[in-house]
């Protein structure tokens, strides 16, 4: 008995029927595909690339708090801040701490700067003082401040006034530090200029002075 079926017309043509009809029916599904149809479950992982995303079409929102690190951003992105020393000035020595009042402390060097837009200018100073009390029981406190266009700045250069070295009635050498800024943010460009002025101390010995001061401009953009 022979148990194989004969290849018919009417196989073939049910055969090719059926093809038509299963293609046919993906191609009508995919042609009308309504508004958000296609979900998530329905993506294959990776299958989204990067030509597949439009313009602009990853927002902030989009964008997991914290997921973007340094790594992620290209060299030269977010610029980094730096400073730069513009100016230096100095001044010293000079006498005349025994007394009390003021008296000014000429400097030489670059004393003007101007603060350029979109950046603030600093300034930074030191100071190193020989000095000696008059009496152990009040310490000798010499001084230098800075002014900037006239106007009293935050710098006061004195050595520590604490209850050691100050109180010596044999000289000795000590420091003072402070610095002042950011100066610009209300008017770039505008000329600034620098001015030193000492104070006296009674209690300080007349060999007293200021052996040294030195002032750094800085810019930082």
Request: with cysteine; net charge neutral.
């Amino acid at each position: 008995m022979n148990l194989r079926p004969k290849l018919t017309y009417a196989n073939v043509a049910a055969t090719i029927a059926l093809i038509v009809a299963i293609g046919g029916g993906t191609v009508y599904a995919a042609a009308h595909l309504g508004k958000n149809d296609v979900k998530s479950k329905n993506i294959a992982p990776g299958a989204v690339k990067t030509a597949d995303l439009g313009k602009n079409a990853v927002t902030s929102p989009k964008i997991k708090n914290g997921g973007v690190t340094g790594a992620d951003i290209a060299a030269g992105v977010i610029r980094s801040a730096s400073a730069d020393v513009t100016g230096t000035a100095t001044g010293g020595p000079q006498g005349g701490f025994n007394t009390n009042g003021n008296a000014p402390l000429p400097l030489s060097g670059t004393t003007t700067f101007t603060p350029q837009a979109n950046e603030v200018a600093a300034i930074a100073a030191e100071a190193q003082f020989t000095f000696a009390t008059t009496n152990t029981n009040q310490p000798c406190q010499p001084a230098v401040a800075l002014f900037v266009n006239g106007q009293f700045t935050r710098v006061f250069l004195s050595p520590d006034p604490g209850n050691g070295p100050t109180y010596s009635t044999t000289p000795i050498t000590g420091n003072g530090y402070d610095a002042d800024g950011p100066f610009g943010l209300i008017n770039p460009g505008t000329p600034l200029t620098i001015t030193a002025q000492t104070r006296g101390d009674s209690d300080c010995t007349a060999g007293t002075q200021v052996d040294k001061v030195v002032v750094r401009i800085v810019q930082i953009h």
